[in-house]
């Protein structure tokens, strides 16, 4: 039987956990069925992943239990559920600004969002839930967006009204400006994006809103066509994405490197590593590439692929043979 094939491991066993504890006793066979999981897999998730799954401190009857009965699966719970999950106010007051942060500003909330809020504020005590409500008046992270270049990028698209920007091209350094139509806002995978239509490339790009330096929106307007489709759009930046898997890179810098990496990649893409620091991107040609890290001027050395360790070795020597005196003439 074949597993579904893009599905995450965390997924799959919370979907196995439910359906096993939902039948006690199915064979191990029904629940492959009921669950397109491979029977082998299962074995591994109920005996490797989820005999390992519990809540803290982590004593004995806080673990789920599973137990394999020749072929038949029973699953028990640790005893905290038992009963409902009541978050503390913090924790609530955490998922509150988490839940409203994938809301693009000035938009509302989906209706799935507010009633996953008001849930969990309805199963706190009265003294938790007062608590939460005067944590939530005091932190507004919404308002606080309001005023953002985000906002004032969502008001721009929905006027239709062409912006200038001065976006900062990752691996350039440097900064450039552009009249850009503003069609969407959109997230995908965490990042803000302006999905706009670049007049002189004629074509629609994503602008990475942390990239964008400054904005000014400008008198004229302008029309998207009818054939415009956000959702579209987020799905051809997935393909991108996945595309580019083949050309990710590691590259690992030293001394006053590391300082330059952290101050001009993004935060998620870098790790420390002892005195080091480890930048995982991708690019889009070796050459150019190749360039921008030799044009870094710090000290760096390229961990995979041996693709681009090369062509970084051959632009440096390049470099060095053209800044080296010749020897006719020399005495």
């Known amino acids: 039987m074949s597993e579904l094939?893009?599905?995450?491991?965390v997924a799959r066993c919370l979907a196995v956990l439910s359906v096993a504890r939902r039948f006690p006793g199915i064979t191990l066979d029904a629940l492959s069925k009921?669950?397109?999981?491979?029977?082998a897999t299962l074995e591994r998730d109920l005996l490797d992943t989820l005999m390992f799954c519990g809540i803290p401190p982590y004593f004995p009857h806080q673990y789920v239990t599973v137990s394999l009965?020749?072929?038949?699966v029973t699953v028990a719970f640790a005893d905290q559920f038992d009963r409902p999950v009541s978050l503390t106010p913090f924790e609530a007051l955490a998922l509150k600004v988490a839940v409203e942060s994938m809301v693009a500003p000035g938009a509302e909330p989906p209706p799935v969002m507010k009633s996953l809020?008001?849930?969990v504020e309805g199963a706190m005590g009265p003294a938790s839930r007062a608590a939460f409500q005067r944590l939530a008046e005091s932190v507004d992270a919404r308002g606080a967006a309001s005023s953002s270049l985000t906002q004032r990028l969502v008001t721009a698209a929905a006027t239709r009204h062409v912006i200038a920007i001065d976006y900062l091209k990752l691996g350039s350094g440097v900064s450039t400006r552009r009249h850009v139509e503003p069609y969407s806002v959109l997230e995908h995978s965490g990042i803000w994006y302006v999905a706009a239509r670049d007049?002189?490339?004629?074509?629609?790009?994503?602008?990475?809103v942390d990239r964008i330096l400054a904005m000014t929106v400008l008198e004229s307007v302008f029309r998207v066509g009818t054939d415009w489709n956000p959702e579209a759009f987020v799905g051809?930046?997935?393909r991108r994405a996945a595309e580019s898997l083949s050309r990710r890179c590691k590259v690992r810098f030293y001394g006053s490197g590391v300082r330059w990496i952290e101050e001009n990649a993004d935060a998620a893409s870098v790790k420390r590593v002892g005195i080091t620091a480890v930048w995982t991107t991708s690019f889009d040609?070796?050459?150019?590439?190749a360039t921008f890290l030799l044009g870094s001027g710090v000290r760096f050395e390229v961990i995979e692929p041996i693709a681009l360790a090369k062509e970084v070795r051959a632009t440096a020597q390049a470099i060095a043979r053209i800044h080296t005196p010749s020897q006719v003439g020399d005495t």
């Open 5 to 9: 094939p893009h599905e995450p491991d």
């Open 285 to 289: 040609d070796v050459k150019a590439f």
């Open 34 to 39: 009921k669950t397109h999981v491979a029977r």
């Open 69 to 72: 009965d020749e072929d038949r």
């Open 236 to 238: 051809s930046m997935a």
């Open 117 to 119: 809020v008001a849930k």
């Open 199 to 208: 007049p002189e490339a004629d074509a629609v790009k994503a602008f990475r």
